[in-house]
């Protein structure tokens, strides 16, 4: 199909998901659906860590999709996620990022909810003086914050608008458990910090990022340099019956050069570090992996390379930008050495990291591209044209399982 | 109307001449290190630091939940070479102009060794197609040595007030 206002085709080029329409990455209508069909659908998105709200009365705010929600631990030590929205006139009442209250109140008309969302209170509601007053059929039972469903699994919260959702584990599936499981593994999670970052691009290019171990060993020279990450080491690429789920897990090599290496123009093979420390990883996980990135459909990246671990959760802000707010965090276990370990390293990742800064400032490129070009595709055949399992790096068939699998959602 | 003489109020001429010369110095340190940074002369800004320091860049977020997490955390000279390395030879990014605008530097202590001095930063970006926008606001806390006529910083913490950042820091603050 046309569609006659914008001179484009509104559906997915017959050649499959080896193709990708640019103009599912700047169009508005499509944008607005996305929010509904997946944000606010049967998904699971990740709205934070339970260590964020250590206490009862500790509240986290957050989103999913566009819409403002909080994350609090309530007087049965539960945790509950509810909208943001005063169900009075529609106030976004909480501001903070963070905090401890008894209670939530609407700074407007001072509407008062418990910490599971229950309204608890409306001033003025039998009147002043025999004037004025709610109506008598008026209940608070009937006016508390929309409630959304809420799973946990070892210490990450997740949670959804949709009571169709499927059980959580279900939703992650056989495949992706053992990976979020290994850094999820049960022990207590310590919060070191956040950061927040603006990205002015489509929040799927994110995604394909992630999934993309093609660009890995050609864009990130701190990354092969330093054989963090490199297409000439084992590499396992594994998706979900879905496709909409992926992990990429791969193991540190040496700074050697190799067959391989010699397509990496940009590697420094002689690169040695003044300061050593930044990179001191010790094994922590068991098994030979040392780094993997799993993403999780429709907002989370899970992020293990070496010793820093966060995650980074995606918040689309209009079809042109996204916020990605990353949480880093260690365990309970941790000593004072792994603790330091975990921040010198968090130098690779985030707004300023040596290997992350590199993604952020080509996805600007990459949006600013795309939306001028809205009737055109890409090409992604890196690998074969397939969406299989592999066990190396030089593919992109986990974009391609992504896209078949967006593609069904979003029926395009 | 009042006609009171000013300098009755004023603390003696020796002290407060001191305090405005020491001042006057660390401004006009703190004009090189922007000159450095503004210039692009990313080699030279570890040699503003002492080899047995600190540096990084927190939001206000971290600083105020007592989290050290920064978006650069650099706990030697050293480590700042393999930052300044790291934007000149392995990072991609962007064509930008970055100017740093150091203002309302007031020193807090004045030992004969350390001084803790703090001020405001405010950080505009210009990259091309783009109008020249606000890219970070925030205080600066810092330890400076006093060395023969100059000085370095032992520690400089630069904490932003947005939280969010516009997509990535690559030149330090």
């Known amino acids: ?412 | 109307m009042s006609t009171s003489s000013p300098t009755q109020t004023l603390p003696s001429a020796d002290r407060r001449d001191d305090s405005v010369l020491l001042r006057a110095r660390i401004d006009a340190w703190l004009a090189d290190y922007v000159d450095c940074l503004d210039g692009k002369r990313i080699d030279d800004w570890p040699d503003f630091f002492n080899e047995e320091c600190f540096y990084t860049i927190v939001p206000k977020e971290n600083d105020q939940l007592g989290l050290e997490l920064g978006l650069i955390r650099c706990e030697s000279r050293a480590m700042l070479k393999d930052r300044a390395y790291a934007i000149k030879k392995t990072a991609m990014y962007g064509p930008r102009d970055i100017r740093h605008f150091f203002t309302g530097l007031v020193v807090r202590e004045a030992a004969p060794d350390l001084i803790r001095a703090e001020s405001n930063f405010l950080v505009v970006e210009t990259q091309n197609d783009m109008l020249p926008r606000v890219f970070a606001v925030g205080r600066s806390y810092d330890e400076i040595t006093p060395v023969g006529d100059s000085f370095r910083f032992k520690t400089r913490r630069c904490v932003y007030t947005s939280n969010l950042i516009p997509n990535t820091l690559i030149i330090p603050i």
């Open chain 1, 1 to 412: 199909m046309l569609d006659p206002l914008h001179n484009r085709a509104t559906n997915w080029p017959t050649d499959g998901p080896s193709r990708v329409p640019l103009w599912i990455y700047s169009d508005p209508d499509l944008y607005a659906r996305e929010l509904d069909v997946i944000f606010y659908g049967p998904t699971w998105s990740y709205v934070g860590l339970a260590s964020e709200v250590p206490e009862r009365g500790s509240f986290k705010r957050t989103f999913i999709g566009e819409r403002p929600v909080i994350m609090t631990r309530d007087e049965d030590g539960k945790i509950n996620v509810f909208v943001n929205r005063c169900a009075h006139r529609g106030i976004e009442f909480c501001r903070e990022h963070h905090g401890k209250v008894n209670e939530f109140v609407c700074p407007y008309h001072q509407w008062t909810y418990d910490l599971k969302g229950n309204l608890l209170g409306v001033p003025f509601r039998r009147g002043v003086r025999g004037q004025g007053g709610m109506p008598g059929d008026f209940k608070n039972s009937e006016h508390g914050l929309p409630k959304l469903q809420v799973a946990e699994r070892n210490g990450a919260v997740f949670a959804t608008f949709d009571e169709r959702t499927q059980p959580l584990a279900e939703y992650f599936g056989d495949e992706m458990l053992p990976y979020f499981d290994r850094v999820f593994d049960g022990r207590r999670l310590v919060i070191l910090g956040y950061s927040r970052q603006l990205i002015p691009s489509n929040w799927k290019l994110m995604f394909e990022n992630i999934k993309d171990p093609y660009h890995a060993s050609l864009l990130h020279v701190f990354l092969v340099s330093f054989g963090l990450f490199r297409v000439d080491q084992p590499v396992k690429g594994i998706m979900d019956s879905t496709g909409r789920h992926s992990v990429y897990a791969s193991m540190r090599g040496e700074q050697k050069s190799t067959d391989a290496t010699r397509d990496m123009r940009n590697m420094l093979s002689d690169l040695k570090l003044n300061d050593a420390r930044i990179l001191d990883p010790v094994r922590e996980f068991p098994g030979d992996v040392t780094v993997a990135m799993q993403t999780l459909w429709p907002n989370l990246i899970v992020q293990q390379q070496s010793n820093t671990l966060a995650t980074r959760q995606i918040i689309p802000r209009g079809p042109g930008q996204h916020e990605l707010v990353w949480t880093y965090f260690g365990y309970e276990t941790d000593d004072e050495a792994m603790r330091v370990r975990r921040l010198r390293q968090a130098n690779l990742m985030g707004p300023s990291g040596f290997v992350s800064m590199d993604d952020s400032e080509v996805l600007q490129f990459n949006q600013d591209g795309v939306k001028r070009y809205p009737a055109d595709q890409g090409v992604i055949e890196m690998g074969g044209r397939d969406t299989e399992n592999t066990d190396h790096g030089v593919t992109e068939s986990a974009i391609r399982a992504f896209y078949k699998y967006y593609a069904q959602v979003m029926e395009l």
